[in-house]
């Protein structure tokens, strides 16, 4: 079904020929390769590093994060068909509406761009949400949460504990742009959705 | 658990938002060229890539980097209409200044004073931070960027408005839209996976 729907233009809701849909046929490269990312990362050829769950589980939680309800329920949708999705998109959701806060904030390198860090939460999956997430989805989800509110603590040992969690090096690389494209997608629609509000 | 994270001992580390040419370095193994095969380069799009960490690394995945790359380009090359470059490379180096991406805001502030030979104000903008005065015009698509890159995102009416009154069309608001979204993409890989050396 997904691959015969345009991601953005479904969850921005264009229809053919309104001036949003004239809008994003102009830059035709950017809209087919915007969705071919859509595609490589949600409908993988290769899923053995980041399952179909995890995927659409972090997609789900981020839109969450983001405020973004119906790209939330477009995700959630997804997640729910697959192998324990109910329970894992309940629980994603709850986490996500629970720990919603605003970003960006966020430690600089020490020297004068010190004087502009800001603290905020830092996401720790509790004993019963992680017993229904597993270990490896918990550390995703906590990933996701540092990717989406304060990229600039990132650090070797945020990546140390998705490995010691069991994520590969290969699945750390998909999870990353799978968070950060989500980032993107995101902000693409909020923006046509203002513009076609106009 | 056999892959292991890389932990670079970087002397003197860029610590300032500059225009200078710096350097990255990663915090997981890169692919090494030999174990690159033709897919690999087909998703390089540029072959020279192979040699850089951040792209020999987000390799690892080629469906992903192949369609990212091929996005990235259209939104910032494919200039023969729409908004000038110079802006597009604002609103991304608007972006990477908020989100604190000191590599991210290097290269594109370059590309932003090479574009607009405003050099003054693209360093005000890294020396001041979002809120610099820059004039009505790159005010505007600087605010809009901001606002946008904001989580969630604040971009409202109110930008769009003071974007078309500074006098972009609709077709360069879409494109300060996806010059600055496509940097919240970039922004996080590129300060997730590894971080900011001194020029090589």
Redesign the interface.
């Known amino acids: 079904m997904t691959d015969t729907i345009d991601v953005i233009d479904h969850l921005v809701g264009i229809t053919p020929g309104s001036s949003s849909d004239a809008l994003r046929s102009r830059r035709p490269i950017t809209k087919e390769h915007a969705q071919k990312s859509w595609t490589a990362l949600f409908e993988p050829v290769d899923a053995s590093q980041v399952s179909l769950v995890e995927r659409f589980a972090v997609a789900a939680f981020i839109a969450t994060l983001h405020g973004d309800r119906s790209t939330a329920e477009f995700y959630g949708s997804k997640l729910v068909g697959l192998e324990n999705g109910p329970v894992i998109l309940a629980t994603t959701k709850a986490l996500a509406e629970l720990h919603a806060t605003k970003g960006p904030y966020g430690h600089y390198p020490a020297g004068p761009l010190s004087d502009e860090n800001t603290d905020g939460p830092v996401l720790d999956i509790g004993a019963a949400e992680r017993a229904i997430f597993g270990d490896r989805l918990a550390a995703a989800l906590e990933h996701a949460h540092l990717l989406t509110y304060h990229p600039r603590d990132a650090s070797p040992a945020e990546l140390q504990k998705l490995l010691m969690a069991g994520w590969s090096t290969t699945g750390v690389v998909t999870l990353s742009q799978l968070a950060s494209f989500l980032a993107f997608q995101i902000r693409v629609v909020a923006g046509l959705r203002v513009l076609a509000a106009a | 658990?056999?892959?292991?994270?890389?932990?670079p001992a970087v002397e003197n580390?860029?610590?300032?938002?500059t225009q200078d040419k710096i350097g990255w370095t990663a915090?997981?193994?890169p692919l090494a060229e030999v174990e690159l095969t033709d897919r690999h380069y087909e998703a390089l799009v540029d072959k020279a890539r192979a040699k850089n960490p951040y792209f020999a690394?987000?390799v690892?995945?080629p469906?992903?980097?192949?369609?990212?790359t091929?996005?990235d380009?259209?939104?910032f090359y494919?200039t023969r209409?729409?908004l000038p470059r110079a802006e597009r490379e604002l609103s991304a180096t608007a972006a990477s200044r908020?989100?604190?991406?000191?590599l991210c805001a290097s290269v594109h502030s370059r590309f932003a004073s090479q574009y607009s030979k405003r050099e003054a104000d693209v360093q005000k903008l890294l020396d001041e931070?979002v809120t610099a005065d820059l004039g009505d015009r790159w005010n505007a698509i600087v605010s809009a960027s901001v606002a946008?890159?904001?989580?969630?995102?604040a971009?409202?009416?109110d930008?769009?408005k003071r974007l078309r009154d500074a006098g972009l069309s609709?077709?360069e608001?879409?494109d300060v839209?996806?010059g600055?979204?496509?940097f919240?993409?970039?922004?996080?890989?590129m300060?997730?996976?590894g971080e900011p050396t001194p020029a090589s």
């Not at chain 2, 658990?1 to 932990?7: A, F, G, N, R």
């Not at chain 2, 580390?13 to 938002?17: K, R, S």
Request: proline residues 6%; hydrophobic residues 45%; charged residues 20%.
């Open positions: 658990m056999s892959d292991t994270v890389i932990e580390p860029p610590v300032v938002f915090w997981l193994q690394l987000l690892r995945d469906d992903i980097l192949e369609a990212r091929k996005t380009n259209d939104i494919n209409d729409g908020l989100n604190g991406c000191i931070g946008l890159s904001a989580t969630p995102p971009f409202g009416a930008h769009a609709d077709e608001i879409s839209v996806h600055a979204a496509f919240n993409w970039a922004n996080r890989l300060l997730s996976i």
